[in-house]
């Protein structure tokens, strides 16, 4: 599907100085030094030293000559999706567009929407899954459910539009599996699929819904949302606001979540965590070395041959620790939830990735979702991509 109505406009009207005259190509080359391949994998080249050559209308060919797909961002990084084998170099030509618009002619994999037919619900996805925030609609009529939602997805090309269209014109639930997934992820009153919350005297302060959210990227190759929620009222702050910045490129697994919270004048404990339901109580993994913990969902009907969501968050420094915690009393089928446990200070941003893949949908088993939690961490903290542009 060729990008459309989801085209980054605003990403093309943002404005840059030049300080030269476009027109000149620039060669960019790509180190993966990891021991492992990145397929269909996004880079991220800053944009502040090749716009000025190039102009923002572009194309990224490979030494082939064929051309990659690529986006340009609202903060001006320039996206480009390809394959990066373990420990290869690779070399980008990155040249001004003959023409205006051509070098957003890149399938769409990544896009977010708002819906106002059903609750204000906040949805976006990847080719891997897709995700939920309920909105003010749900809020204001009394909702209380505050994690992180979970569309299962088995192809890789934008789905949720169509499943709300047919949910609502023909009465095709998007419960039910029609051949691209399906939403069968409980959430409640929990932390849900890797949602993060301040702490006051030992009570969990769940958000609930969002107040606002724009968009700052939508697709094709990135989804970048800015999140306000509620004000709420920490310990003795009555007026906190938090902010969440969250991003989602194609090929990955996980979301980039960025969080601050406005109005906040001590520090207070602060929590990320996944819920544990009551159908795979113990399925859920530790691994304070590679800064991950993971668990495997069997969905709210598991006699129905959904299949197994697997749901993980990576942190790139390391939390003071993470443990399982019963819920006391339990929400439903939840009864507990594996959660990190550090401080929050005012003032501070903090950064972790989160996210879930589905057994029909590409992933192999709990081992092969614990490589590639451990290869995100690898990636952030020991691998980082070597780029050069020449």
Known sequence: MKIGIFSII??????????????????VSVRNVAPFALPGHVVEIDGTRILPRT????????TDGSQLPSQLTHDNKILVHTDLPAGSSTQ?????????????????????????????????????????????????????VSGYDIWTKSVPYPTLKQRYDDHAAYGMSYHKDFGSGMDVYTVGRTLGAGMNALID??????????????????????????VTCYP??????????????????????????????????????????IV??????????????????AYVDLTDNPANGNGAIFIGVVNPTLPDSITYVPLTPEVGDAIGQVMTHSTYNPGEEYTYYWGSGWSK???KGMDAWRRSLTEQYQLLNQYPLEITIE
């Open 232 to 273: 709420e009222t920490i310990g003795d702050d009555k007026n906190v606001v938090e902010t969440r910045i969250i991003t989602l490129d194609a090929g990955s697994w996980l979301n980039k979540t960025t969080v601050s919270y406005d109005g906040l004048t001590k520090p207070h404990p602060l929590t990320t965590g």
């Open 55 to 62: 102009g923002r209308d572009f194309t990224v060919t490979a």
């Open 92 to 144: 980008f030509i990155i040249s001004p567009a003959k023409a205006a618009g051509q070098s957003l002619l890149t399938d769409t994999i990544c896009v977010a929407q708002i819906r106002p037919d059903k609750q204000d619900d906040f949805a976006w996805e990847n080719d891997h899954g897709g995700y939920r925030l309920y909105g003010p609609v749900y809020r204001r009529g009394g909702g209380k």
């Open 276 to 293: 544990v339901h009551k159908q795979n109580k113990k399925a859920y993994a530790i691994d304070p070395g590679n800064r991950y913990f």
């Open 10 to 27: 605003a990403a093309i009207s943002c404005a840059l100085p030049l300080y030269g005259t476009p027109g000149a190509d620039v060669n």
């Open 361 to 363: 949908g590409g992933v």
């Open 201 to 226: 005297n030992d009570t969990i302060c769940y958000p609930c819904a969002y107040e606002s959210c724009e968009f700052l990227d939508n697709g094709p190759l990135r989804v970048t949302a800015k």
